[in-house]
């Protein structure tokens, strides 16, 4: 009999009704499976250690895969060796992935990375100003940048220099929101991480400064990496997933949300072959 979620749905169901096979869905699922084995390739060859991350560790520990009605990827890598891998996807391109960054994409103003896929492209079902201006707008892996030492106070107040002077501006003045991006990303987020290197726990990583996620990973429960099973295949993930899960979602985690929570990102897809 096959397990039932709290909803009282269970694994057979949620894949019938939202990434069955021969679904959009789950075409898009698998074109990022094969976008992660390209990375998970690229990691082993330059010895560069990465993480799955949020909600594709979520979706392994509760799904053994992608949650059902997810459509993007996330990796973590640790500031020490985050230089060496965006180097290297920038300089070693691939036929159909391009790495995307602000010195590669000059409407990407974010402070992580991506790879994206060039043969596809996320729809908007509402408007975007923020990805109107990204010159690739395909499947994504969003690398993001582990820091120890950095201050949850700190954290949350260069998020909303970033919000209101970045993210709301840019539909209003283009230019005004690039010259922010670029005043926090060379001046003010330096001046900020030199500060959390002497005030910080060394021993507690969060994402980098300027991105909205706040979440506190005690080094524990993230390193060193394990691998776990996703879409059966064997990643590097935390070395607690459990408890990371928890730190990430709540001890509820394994619960599944509403069903008008389930499709956050408010996208259609196209897709080419």
């Known amino acids: 009999m096959s397990e ?63 949650i059902p009605w997810d459509d993007d990827m996330d990796v973590a890598i640790e500031k020490k060796h985050y230089k060496k891998l965006c180097d290297y996807l920038r300089h070693h391109p691939h036929p159909q992935y391009v790495f995307q960054s602000y010195q590669t994409d000059k409407g990407f103003m974010r402070f992580w ?24 707008r395909g499947l994504q892996i969003d690398l993001f940048c582990m820091y120890p030492s950095l201050l949850p106070w700190l954290h949350r107040i260069a998020y909303l220099i970033y919000r209101y002077t970045v993210s709301r501006m840019v539909g209003h003045s283009y230019h005004l929101a690039k010259i922010s991006f670029y005043i926090q990303r060379y001046f003010v987020h330096p001046i ?52 990371y899960c928890i730190c990430h979602y709540g001890s509820n985690y394994r619960d599944l949300p509403e069903e008008d929570q389930r499709n956050h990102h408010d996208v259609d897809y196209i897709l080419n072959d």
């Open 113 to 136: 990375c991506t790879i994206r896929d060039t043969k596809s492209e996320y729809v908007h079902r509402t408007p975007d100003k923020m990805n109107d201006g990204f010159t690739y």
């Open 4 to 66: 039932h979620f709290n909803t009282g749905e269970t694994a057979e169901e949620l894949k019938s009704r939202y990434n069955p096979e021969g679904s959009t869905r789950r075409a898009v699922q698998n074109r990022l499976m094969d976008m992660l084995l390209y990375l998970d390739s690229v990691c082993k060859e330059i010895g560069v250690p990465y993480r799955l991350e949020g909600g594709n560790v979520l979706g392994a520990v509760r799904h053994g895969g992608f």
């Open 192 to 243: 900020f991480y030199a500060f959390s290197s002497v005030f910080g726990k060394k021993n507690v990583y969060m994402h980098a400064y300027g991105t909205p996620f706040r979440f506190r990973f005690p080094r524990e429960t993230v390193l060193p990496y394990k691998d776990i099973i996703f879409e059966n295949h064997r990643f590097p993930g935390p070395c607690d997933p459990d408890k």
